[in-house]
């Protein structure tokens, strides 16, 4: 029997309740019944950034991710397929969601299959999909799915009917990208170099004659 | 086991006071907080090396050439020589010359420097920082074993026929350890030599600093220099002490608030918690030392930062002299449980020894007994 696939959901809204949780939760339970028509299980996790703000500004002073980030960054590593969502602030991802990719090694998302989404009040910042989120995850060499996730405040209230190309819509055909890439390809080759076990920050040593040759 | 400070050299202003040192001053106080240093019965004083404000520690051999006029037994070393932008034939000219004058009291630890524009001014590219200091290091080691070398490398000009001059005090190189927070290769590096490795230790997790430790160790048992608990390692430290463990806390926040390096981040609770920094009494920073052991196994070498965020020169010396009060406590309680085959760190002397003797290695110009020139004979 092989593992549930590891699916973890990346929410940076800041309001109790937020609407970017509310996509972030719908986003999620689309690709875990994607992934189940499949037969794909699935071991979900929730990142709200916002239980980490603090100590992401102490991880750009520090260098060190603490405590509870440290867990979170760990599980995004780790993750067989990411769900990110982003609040739109002055025309682009929010602040909090950009740090948090900002502290992330640089090749720990190489490979990893992901979907984008982002809230806002209106539908004129559609396009912050293409210009800001798209961009920032072809650098860190993640997979992006063709289909990104946005919705504005209407959105919740229209749409509903099959066929119809509303929010749901969208919702299933991105979420049907994103279990055809975490459950279909077999083990493309991902990242450059081996993973550490998660109590190992170093993987394979590169020896030292090597290391003199270069 | 030795145990000394390093110092970063740094020109801060005092945030209770809002005063910067002039250059002078932060000089002249890196001079008498070593001589303190000796004073109070520690082993060893570190410098850094930088090469743009607010540091004063360019030029660490003149300031350790110095110091070693003015102290008689404590270990001069380096925390951290740039082997990515210094020259390492400088390096082995330098350091042989300062082993020579101070009878052996020297050491170095190599570093890569983490300042951008500091390689464009030497000439370097930071993005290639690991094969500057795997390189450059490669032909420091030669330079000082090989009476006349001849290499050829990507990074320097090539030398034929160069001897490095003065050699190497009674045929023994200085002892050289590697410092890296989050560089496997540079673990690697020190592994494969049989050198020491240092960790700085005290910006970073205990968790990394006993990854790195167990990478270093494992690998130097790799490379056939002994077992992995006789491998040589070395810890940053961080501490403020005061009598009263609340007047210490009192007294420290502004420091730490304000630090360049951590300041207006978490707090110092917090920091206390994550990192092996200790604001307390003399008996917590006792107790915290010892408890290093626990995740990084019996080890050689304990530095301590302790001139630094500004902190003026009369509360660094006091707070040597507290050091210098639980000093015979820390040194028995890092012997307590230690095994008879873990070594102490390298110093002259026990090279000396393990080299069979000290011999001469003065290389004349023309031999004296074959009438050759020593290019000739290599």
């Known amino acids: 029997m092989t593992r549930p696939l590891r699916l973890v959901v990346v929410s940076a809204g800041l309001s109790q309740p937020s609407s970017t949780r509310l996509l972030a939760d719908q986003l999620a339970d689309a690709t875990t019944s994607a992934l189940a028509e499949r037969g794909a299980g699935v071991e979900l996790t929730v990142v709200e950034l916002r239980e980490h703000a603090h100590a992401l500004a102490d991880h750009l002073l520090t260098g060190f991710a603490s405590g509870a980030l440290a867990d979170a960054v760990a599980a995004v590593g780790a993750a067989d ?51 800001a989120l798209r961009p920032l995850f072809s650098y860190l060499r993640a997979v992006t799915v063709p289909t990104a996730v946005f919705a504005a405040t209407d959105d919740f209230g229209a749409g509903g009917q099959p066929g119809e190309d509303g929010l749901p819509g969208r919702v299933r055909r991105a979420a049907g990208e994103l279990a055809a890439l975490a459950a279909g390809a077999p083990a493309a080759p991902r990242r450059t170099a081996a993973l550490p076990a998660p109590d190992e920050e170093f993987g394979e040593v590169i020896p030292f004659d090597q290391l003199l040759r270069r | 086991m030795q145990i000394g400070i390093f110092s970063v050299g740094d020109v801060t202003p005092d945030p209770t006071t809002g005063r910067t040192p002039t250059e002078h001053e932060r000089i002249k106080a890196t001079v008498a907080i070593a001589r303190k240093a000796e004073e109070v019965g520690l082993d060893v004083f570190a410098t850094g090396e930088h090469h743009n404000p607010p540091f004063v520690s360019s030029n660490p051999t003149a300031t350790l050439a110095y110091i070693g006029a003015k102290t008689e037994k404590i270990v001069l070393s380096t925390a951290t020589t740039l082997i990515t932008t ?15 004058l101070t009878d052996g009291r020297v050491d170095l630890m190599m570093g890569r420097g983490n300042t951008g524009p500091v390689y464009p001014w030497f000439g370097k590219d930071i993005r290639k920082g690991i094969e500057l200091a795997v390189e450059n290091y490669a032909l420091l080691h030669r330079l000082w074993r090989e009476d006349v070398v001849n290499w050829s490398g990507s990074y320097r000009t090539p030398l034929q026929g160069y001897t490095s001059t003065p050699r190497p005090l009674d045929g023994v190189p200085p002892f050289v350890w590697h410092g890296s927070i989050r560089s496997p290769e540079i673990a690697e590096q020190a592994a494969y030599y049989g050198d020491g490795f240092f960790h700085n230790h005290i910006f970073w997790p205990a968790s990394h600093t006993r990854q790195m430790v167990a990478l270093y160790r494992r690998r130097f048992e790799h490379y056939g220099h002994g077992s992995a608990d006789q491998a040589i390692v070395g810890l940053g430290g961080q501490f403020f002490m005061r009598r009263n463990s609340q007047d210490a806390v009192n007294e420290f926040r502004p420091y730490f608030d304000n630090a360049p390096v951590y300041g207006h981040g978490p707090s110092m609770e917090d920091f206390t918690s994550q990192t092996p920094l200790t604001v307390g009494s003399p008996q917590q920073v006792l107790e915290r030392t010892l408890g290093f052991r626990d995740y990084v196994g019996h080890y050689q070498r304990q530095l301590f930062l302790v001139d630094h965020a500004g902190l003026p020169l009369k509360t660094v010396l006091e707070q040597l002299d507290l050091l210098g009060e639980i000093l015979p406590d820390l040194r028995a309680g890092m012997a307590e449980g230690r095994p008879a085959h873990v070594p102490d760190a390298p110093t002259h002397g026990s090279l000396v020894a393990a080299a069979g003797g000290a011999h001469d290695g003065t290389v004349h110009a023309v031999d004296d007994v074959t009438g050759h020139r020593a290019e000739e004979i290599a």
């Open chain 2, 86 to 100: 210094t020259d390492p034939v400088l390096i082995a000219e330098d350091y042989a010359k300062i082993q020579h």
């Open chain 1, 81 to 131: 397929a990411l769900v990110v969502v982003t609040p739109v602030f002055s025309a682009s991802y929010s602040g909090l969601f950009k740090t948090f990719f900002d502290v992330l090694e640089p090749n720990l998302l190489e490979g990893t299959p992901v979907l984008l989404a982002a809230t806002a009040g209106t539908a004129r910042h559609s396009l912050v999909l293409e210009h």
